[in-house]
């Protein structure tokens, strides 16, 4: 059975970066479509970005679009979020997931999550 453990979130200045690592354990994670999601209390859970089993395709909301980039690294079983120019919009907590489905439509990610999460963690960004 797959297991996620997120880590890598923290307090940031605008502008700054934060790398999130969702390392998997009890499955190879290549066999599994990766994604991150993203939410603030009160607010509706957001897809941020994924990557495809396959051939490692990324997929990315607008909102952060140029500015996030995820990567898989099989030998370690990990994917990662590198975050870039972080916005204080950009403050959630990010939860990692395998996911059996996704759609871009007018600009948003909407990811399908499947079983398997971790447990978030918390990025915070403010001066």
């Known amino acids: 059975q797959l297991h996620l453990v997120e880590s890598g979130g923290g307090l940031v200045q605008p502008g700054g970066s934060l790398r999130l690592s969702c390392a998997a354990s009890?499955?190879?994670?290549?066999?599994?479509?990766i994604g991150w999601f993203r939410q603030v209390p009160g607010k509706e859970r957001e897809g941020v970005s994924c990557?495809?089993?396959?051939?490692?395709?990324?997929f990315y909301a607008d909102s952060v679009k140029g500015r996030f980039t995820i990567s898989r690294d099989n030998a370690a079983n990990t994917v990662y979020l590198q975050m870039n120019s972080l916005k204080p919009e950009d403050t959630a907590v990010y939860y990692c997931?395998?996911?059996?489905?996704?759609?871009?439509?007018?600009?948003?990610?909407?990811?399908?999550?499947?079983?398997?999460w971790g447990q978030g963690t918390q990025v915070t960004v403010s001066s």
């Open positions: 990557i495809r089993n396959r051939d490692g395709m990324p």
């Open positions: 997931a395998a996911v059996t489905g996704f759609a871009i439509t007018r600009g948003k990610l909407l990811l399908t999550p499947g079983d398997y």
């Open positions: 009890g499955a190879t994670l290549d066999y599994y479509a």
